[in-house]
């Protein structure tokens, strides 16, 4: 290139420094335009909240969020403190009634509490599933295997995983035939590779966890009703044998069965011959 076209240092610099400052403005852009987006979706999530009725998801997603909300509010300063008294005066409501809004709305969706059930302690399908409100106003929902659920306890959003966690437990197909054939199956599987001998006792958490891991999405609460159903409908004989469930005192070890009429933990599992 001939020198008379070569442009100064100082022309050089000044390009640099416009695109320097131009990359800097796309940034403040890219990084404004995030903010825009996140603070549309938090006010999409309160709309949602708003048209269901759930003062507590309002005013916990308000919380959750305050110092982001604090630094794009400022325009609107007179609409959001509408919608946090509103929701506090909701809430207020709510907790002073929420055993009877509780009752009602669960007997709509067929999901009674047990009669034992006080605020703020509930429970439900005699026993298995627990839930708990905390001063807070969140509920906590359990059963004997895992914590389910924790999220702010408006009515319509605990009824709503009250419902789905007792459809995936309690709605299956029973087959006790073929629950019976895999308990046996993999009962083998332990005593196979212990080198025990048919008829000893084996964990009742080994055989559940062999299942559990067998089976996609199949898990211990749900073999916990399987295997309670079995032990009262049956079948319990195959093979010759006949299913034993035996106790224990280790809580952690054991399974409390469902409905079978006892508090006992069932720890062991075996397969006693049948005489002929």
């Known amino acids: 290139m001939p020198k008379e076209f070569s442009f100064p240092d100082e022309a050089k610099d000044a390009v640099e420094s416009i695109l320097m400052d131009a990359s800097e403005k796309e940034q403040a852009l890219d990084e404004a335009m ?21 003062p507590l998801h309002v005013l916990s997603l308000m919380e959750e969020q305050r110092a982001f909300l604090r630094q794009h509010r400022d325009a609107r300063r007179k609409d959001w403190d509408q919608l946090y008294m509103a929701a506090q005066e909701r809430a207020k409501i709510l907790r002073i009634w929420y055993p009877k809004y509780l009752e009602v709305a669960c007997l709509k969706k067929r999901l009674p509490l047990d009669m034992s059930s006080r605020h703020p302690v509930y429970t439900f399908e005699e026993g298995f599933f627990e839930l708990t409100i905390d001063r807070a106003g969140t509920a906590t929902l359990s059963n004997s295997e895992r914590k389910l659920g924790h999220f ?58 062999r299942m559990a891991s067998e089976k996609k999405g199949y898990l211990t609460d749900q073999f916990i009703v399987d295997l309670s159903r079995l032990a009262i409908e049956g079948p319990l004989e195959i093979d010759a044998r006949r299913l034993e469930l035996l106790h224990t ?3 952690d070890s054991g399974m409390l069965l469902h409905g079978v009429g006892s508090v006992a933990y069932v720890g062991f599992v075996r397969f006693e011959e049948v005489s002929s």
Do not use: C, M, N
């Open 152 to 209: 702010p306890a408006d009515i319509g959003a605990v009824v709503a995983k009250l419902g789905e966690e007792h459809e995936r437990i309690f709605a299956r197909r029973d087959d006790g035939q073929h629950f019976l054939t895999k308990l046996r199956e993999h009962y083998l599987g332990v005593v196979g590779r212990e080198k025990l001998l048919d008829g000893a006792d084996v964990p009742i958490r080994r055989i559940a966890g």
């Open 249 to 251: 005192r280790d809580h």
């Open 34 to 54: 995030k903010a825009v987006k996140r603070f549309r979706k938090i006010v999409a999530e309160l709309g949602k909240y708003v048209s269901k009725g759930w």
